[in-house]
């Protein structure tokens, strides 16, 4: 390696030289940076940041050896946002159960955006695009569904954003911290609590959720449970509704239309509305009370027992887990947990599959008297959070590179005209 391949001192480079050796953008860079991939060092001559050039060969090689892997036009999406490990996943490399237990949703959630962790975060959604997103849901037919009222919420506070288009990092988070609020605030409230009940301060995002989902009071445990939810859920690597975000990004959909992308993948009973069958399922177990009858209908009709197993872990999902536990402290809900501990036991006499996180959601939504399509809406509340965020990294990648070819294998042409 020349002295000119390390960088002006031998061993570190500019941004300049950074960028050009990954053939990326100076602001891409620091894109890197923020997101824990490459580490920096202010220049002690205070003409901005070094960068190690081992460090920078290595992130250039493993950006290769991923794309090699892809297979000839599979394209491969890099990420530095989650890690899936055989029993546990990671935020930018942190245990995201450890994150969900120590902080709120929003303060992940912003950490994820921007890099940096902020005690005390709150999202707050702005009166002029509230005001278009309520008129929006308030004139759905009272049948809606919470994906239904969510995806135009989202449209109608696009529509009241003349600076939707701005692409900008900063934009881009601007939005997220804007356009979650601004959905949780525009569904139809099922109850108002009282301040006594706010989670670490009246204004923050679980309760006024809380307040939507069910007529219920609640404490300070039950929120916790909520909001922990919420955190568990932003992300989970390339999902199908995070794939969905990922390929609106890549033609520069701006962020309101990338969410409602993420949205519309999201609204199938094979995704975002598993744990509403994993709800009906624990509710037939308490009003049967027994979870061997229910799971054998299941079973005899051909169909698999909702909320366990889950193909990217062996073993429990660790999200239910971090669930189920937060829940057992809480009083009402131990009808709830037993339930599904007595459903993941009785199952196991056939096979031995483990609660995944859409049981545990279900655990919670049943113990609080929420409807079956709650936990629906947080699972898609939350992980709004986790498509900005993929959209941040789409935004910094070739445009339009989500473009695999298709295999015709309809007639050869030439056919006479119809």
Do not use: C
């Not at 490990?85 to 955006?113: C, M, N, P, Q, S």
């Not at 859920?233 to 962020?255: E, F, G, M, N």
């Amino acid at each position: 390696m020349t002295d000119r391949d390390q960088g002006a001192d031998g061993s570190r480079l500019t941004t300049r030289e950074a960028a050009e050796r990954l053939g990326v953008k100076p602001e891409t860079v620091y894109a890197y940076v923020s997101r824990g991939q490459l580490g920096s060092r202010r220049d002690p001559g205070g003409r901005g940041s070094t960068f190690d050039a081992r460090e920078v060969d290595e992130l250039l090689s493993r950006g290769r050896r991923q794309a090699g892997a892809g297979g000839e036009g599979t394209p491969v999406v890099r990420t530095g946002i989650t890690l899936i490990d055989k029993d546990g996943y990671y935020f930018r490399g942190v245990d995201a159960t450890e994150l969900a237990r120590r902080y709120h949703y929003e303060e992940i959630a912003d950490w994820l955006w921007t890099g940096t962790l902020e005690q005390g975060v709150r999202f707050t959604a702005p009166p002029g695009l509230l005001d278009a997103a309520r008129r929006a849901v308030g004139a759905l037919p009272p049948h809606s569904g919470p994906v239904d009222r969510l995806r135009v919420a989202a449209i109608a506070a696009a529509a009241a954003d003349p600076l939707r288009f701005d692409l900008d990092p900063s934009a881009v988070t601007g939005v997220g911290r804007t356009l979650i609020p601004t959905l949780v605030d525009a569904l139809p409230v099922a109850a108002a609590l009282p301040v006594a009940t706010a989670h670490r301060g009246e204004d923050g995002l679980a309760p006024r959720l809380w307040s939507r989902l069910t007529a219920r009071p609640a404490d300070e445990a039950p929120l916790r449970a909520l909001d922990m939810a919420l955190a568990l859920l932003i992300d989970h690597d390339l999902a199908a509704s995070t794939l969905a975000v990922r390929v609106a990004a890549s033609a520069r959909a701006h962020p309101y239309a990338v969410v409602s992308a993420g949205l519309g993948a999201l609204d199938g009973p094979l995704h975002g509305a598993a744990s509403g069958l994993a709800h009906r399922m624990l509710a037939e177990v308490l009003e049967r009370g027994s979870a061997a009858p229910v799971v054998a209908d299941h079973l005899r009709a051909g169909r698999r027992v909702p909320g366990l197993g889950h193909r990217l872990y062996p073993a429990q999902d660790p999200r239910a887990e971090a669930l189920f536990g937060a829940l057992a402290g809480i009083p009402d809900a131990r009808p709830a947990l037993e339930a599904a501990r007595e459903v993941e036991a009785t199952a196991a006499r056939q096979e031995e599959l483990h609660s995944n996180v859409d049981l545990a959601l279900a655990a919670l939504s049943v113990s609080a008297g929420m409807a079956p399509e709650a936990g629906e809406t947080v699972f898609a509340v939350a992980r709004t959070a986790g498509w900005i965020a993929h959209a941040l990294e789409e935004y910094e990648e070739r445009p339009l590179r989500m473009r695999p070819s298709g295999r015709y294998n309809g007639p050869r042409p030439p056919r006479p005209a119809p």
